[in-house]
T-cell receptor, first 111, second 115 residues
Framework: GDSVTQMEGPVTLSEEAFLTINCTYT??????LFWYVQYPGEGLQLLLK?????DKGSNKGFEATYRKETTSFHLEKGSVQVSDSAVYFC??????????FGAGTRLFVKA | GAGVSQSPSNKVTEKGKDVELRCDPI?????LYWYRQSLGQGLEFLIY????????KSGLPSDRFSAERTGGSVSTLTIQRTQQEDSAVYLC?????????????FGPGTRLTVL
């Protein structure tokens, strides 16, 4: 069945460091791919998405490119801030209307 | 406009009791999802409603779990004879049409604790 695998956390970085959170997927169809973020004490919210191969989603300095050949959707940010501390979830959504989420990666950014 | 709301925000119950969790989706959204987030775990899909179609119940973990959506709007997730392993945060989300490209908008969740 469809699945999402993302790197285990927690990830601890210093402010202004480069961030990569790996995400790979398996899917029988052609899913849309999402990154959702959950800030402390808040609900889940969309960070960015890409709906077809080679699309790049971007928001708040974060980017991820839909790579069909490597079945990946890695999240990157060039310079993280303390306010980026949160849990990040990679997800895929297929035409079957079921969304599959990864286990989440907790990011801590130190000042 | 208002976002997705859920009630109660917290629920503590005794093992064996039934509980009802409520979700009010964004007005006009035809798709509604229920997920479960256990401590340290990702989101586990439970059930999906799309308009007036029969719901996709493939994620419900047992027959103690059921959900309904009245009038294409408010949804209630019912857990009968609760067990300690049901303790989790239950999240509701809605989206415009349910298509694979749609963003899901999440409610704040209901934290269920079964003693």
């Amino acid at each position: 069945g469809d699945s999402v695998t993302q790197m285990e956390g927690p990830v601890t970085l210093s402010e202004e460091a480069f961030l990569t959170i790996n995400c790979t997927y398996t899917a029988t169809g052609y899913p849309s791919l999402f990154w959702y973020v959950q800030y402390p004490g808040e609900g889940l919210q969309l960070l960015l998405k890409a709906t077809k191969a080679d699309d790049k989603g971007s928001n708040k300095g974060f980017e991820a490119t839909y790579r069909k050949e490597t079945t990946s959707f890695h999240l990157e940010k060039g310079s993280v801030q303390v306010s980026d501390s949160a849990v990040y979830f990679c997800a895929l959504h297929t035409g079957g209307f079921k969304t599959i989420f990864g286990a989440g990666t907790r990011l801590f950014v130190k000042a | 406009g208002a976002g997705v709301s859920q009630s109660p925000s917290n629920k503590v119950t005794e093992k064996g009791k039934d509980v009802e969790l409520r979700c009010d989706p964004i007005s006009g959204h035809t798709a509604l999802y229920w997920y479960r987030q256990s401590l340290g775990q990702g989101l586990e899909f439970l059930i999906y409603f799309q308009g007036n179609s029969a719901p996709d119940k493939s994620g419900l973990p047992s027959d103690r779990f059921s959900a309904e959506r009245t009038g294409g709007s408010v949804s209630t997730l019912t857990i009968q004879r609760t067990q300690q392993e049901d303790s989790a945060v239950y999240l509701c989300a809605s989206s415009d049409s349910g298509w694979d490209t749609d963003t899901q908008y999440f409610g704040p969740g209901t934290r269920l604790t079964v003693l």
